[in-house]
């Protein structure tokens, strides 16, 4: 069976007090800690902790049930959490969220880690996508 390809484009990166910009539309979102450098208006990206799906980023990101465990990743003052979101329709997000779990293993997730319920599924990434690989393939397990 031919494998299911999407595209996907990163629009950009959120820190934690600017999450009100995140979109509100669906698609996947990723969480990082980073850095970021006031001077210069620089964000750096340090490590991915979780990829999830939503049908609205900018109304369901910010109520995140696990923002304690974000919080925690933390080690330093000058750290903060960082988003990225790229829109996927409604029908396919959960799809391409669960391949990028599968491919990059988020220590965050849990589901989708050991186990991809899905036919064969490639996905090209595009945009700011720092930590994340140019293009994934997953496939369920036999």
Not at 18 to 39: D, E, H, R, T
Not at 124 to 136: E, F, H, M, N, Y
Request: net charge neutral; aromatic share 10%; proline share 8%.
């Amino acid at each position: 069976m031919p494998a299911q390809a999407f595209e996907v484009a990163f629009n950009g990166y959120w820190r934690e007090p600017k999450i009100s910009g995140l979109p509100a539309q669906s698609g996947v979102f990723c969480v990082y800690v980073c850095s970021y450098n006031p001077a210069d208006k620089a964000v750096v990206l340090l490590r991915l902790l979780y990829i999830g799906e939503t049908g609205n980023a900018n109304g369901t990101i910010a109520q995140d049930r696990l923002w304690p465990e974000w919080k925690a990743a933390l080690r330093h003052p000058n750290q903060q959490i960082c988003f990225s979101f790229a829109p996927v329709e409604s029908r396919s997000r959960r799809q391409v969220a669960a391949a990028l779990i599968h491919a990059h293993q988020p220590p965050g997730n849990d589901e989708f880690k050991t186990n991809f319920p899905y036919e064969p599924t490639v996905v090209t990434i595009s945009g700011r996508a720092d930590l994340l690989k140019a293009k994934v393939t997953a496939n369920a397990e036999e």
